[in-house]
């Protein structure tokens, strides 16, 4: 039978197929009778993009994932002034043929990390230097919290083999934005002396599946708390909803 889609949204990437946007937006639009689709979109290239636009007239947004996330700016008519200091597009909003472009990875993780503050949480200590880490230093700045980055090659103000128990004392916000212990990797976890840990720090990792991270169990163990990566996804996904709708708007700067 042939659907009658008056609208649609995707997600573009590489390796899509364990993809968690397509899945949670169908049945949100399917639980709220809108007569909507979200599909995935992988591609191989960047240069395909202006081709699957041509084909999909009736796309009013979009996400980016792994590897196109800073690919995709030149492709933009507009972005975020946050996107842009942050070099990452996640979301991109698709109105009257011209395409902006937002970071809501930024507004996921700060909204999810500001309900849990205390004060003594001060000082952060990001672990990874990736993608994912460029949006936790945003969500930082936007909390005036200060932090310090871990990085295995030079590229950051530690490596792991910097990291002891006095440094650690030090910052009792840790966040985890490696991709260690991600499932099916899920007996590994970031190499930090987690006997400095105790119940002054909170500890933050950006995996979601499994719901807790080896780095979760080593901090809760000595007695810190915790905070997986879910309420960060589904913010996000709530957010790009908001923008592509138009019920938030950001500030939108030339490419
Ligand atoms: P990424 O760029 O591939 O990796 C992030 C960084 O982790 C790398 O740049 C690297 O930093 C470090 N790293 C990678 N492999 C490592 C290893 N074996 N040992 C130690 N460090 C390693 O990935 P990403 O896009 O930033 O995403 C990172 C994680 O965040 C993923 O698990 C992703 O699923 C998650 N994430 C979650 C959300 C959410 O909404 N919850 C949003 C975005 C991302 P160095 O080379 O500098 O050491």
Not at 194 to 211: F, K, V, W
Request: charged letters at 15%.
């Amino acid at each position: 039978m042939k659907q009658n889609i008056s609208a649609q949204f995707g997600l573009i990437g590489k390796a899509l197929t364990h993809s968690f946007s397509p899945r949670y937006f169908n049945e949100r639009f399917a639980a709220q009778h809108l007569n909507l689709h979200y599909q995935a979109f992988p591609i191989e290239s960047i240069d395909l993009l202006p081709a699957l636009l041509a084909g999909a007239p009736q796309l009013q947004g979009l996400n980016v994932t792994i590897p196109y996330k800073t690919a995709v700016i030149p492709y933009l008519q507009g972005i975020s002034e946050e996107a842009r200091n942050i070099g990452a597009v996640n979301c991109i909003r698709i109105l009257e043929g011209k395409l902006y472009g937002y970071n809501t990875d930024v507004y996921g993780f700060t909204e999810s990390l500001r309900p849990l503050l205390k004060k003594d949480h001060q000082q952060a200590l990001i672990l990874g230097n990736g993608g994912a880490a460029k949006a936790v230093k945003a969500g930082l700045r936007a909390l005036s919290i200060p932090f310090r980055t871990v990085s295995r090659s030079g590229t950051a103000d530690y490596t792991y083999d910097q990291l002891d128990a006095a440094l650690i004392a030090g910052y009792p916000l840790l966040i985890n934005t490696t991709p260690l212990g991600m499932f099916p990797d899920t007996a590994s976890a970031p190499a930090i002396p987690y006997e400095a840990i105790g119940s002054r720090h909170l500890l933050y990792d950006l995996i979601y599946n499994p719901a807790e991270t080896r780095f979760l169990q080593l901090g809760k163990a000595r007695g810190a708390a915790t905070k997986n990566g879910n309420e960060m996804l589904l913010l996000q996904a709530e957010r790009s909803w908001d923008l592509w709708t138009g019920i938030v708007s950001e500030p939108i700067v030339r490419v």
